[in-house]
């Protein structure tokens, strides 16, 4: 069984930085492709960021790329979500997702594992 859990989620203004990280439990980190996901109220949760086995390619949404970096520690264990230049529209509850395959996904119905989320508000 894996395990994940979000943290680093929080309130910060418009234009700021915020950090999430994701911890996974299980020594078969390695072997998963990881994913970021979000849902705003009322809207359907949305594909944000994926990383492959290794760590490069990596994969973004059109609405976060250049402003978003998905990095992963498969020493750690951990996977990380850097977050510049926030818009309000970026307001959501987050998600880190397992996938146990080898090929990346943008839709979250192919993930295997999900965290339990963490919630990011982005203030005009």
């Known amino acids: 069984q894996v395990q994940l859990v979000e943290s680093g989620g929080g309130l910060v203004q418009a234009g700021g930085s915020l950090r999430l990280s994701c911890a996974v439990s299980?020594?078969?980190?390695?072997?998963?492709?990881m994913g970021w996901f979000r849902q705003a109220p009322g809207k359907e949760r949305e594909f944000v960021a994926a990383i492959s086995l290794s760590g490069d390619p990596t994969y973004y949404a059109d609405s976060v790329k250049g402003r978003f970096t998905i990095s992963r520690d498969n020493g750690e264990n951990t996977m990380v979500l850097q977050m510049n230049s926030l818009k309000p529209e970026d307001t959501a509850v987050y998600y880190c997702?397992?996938?146990?395959?080898?090929?990346?996904?943008?839709?979250?119905?192919?993930?295997?594992?999900w965290g339990q989320g963490t919630q990011v508000t982005v203030s005009s």
């Open positions: 299980g020594r078969t980190f390695r072997r998963y492709v």
């Open positions: 997702a397992a996938r146990g395959s080898s090929f990346w996904s943008a839709s979250g119905r192919e993930y295997d594992y």
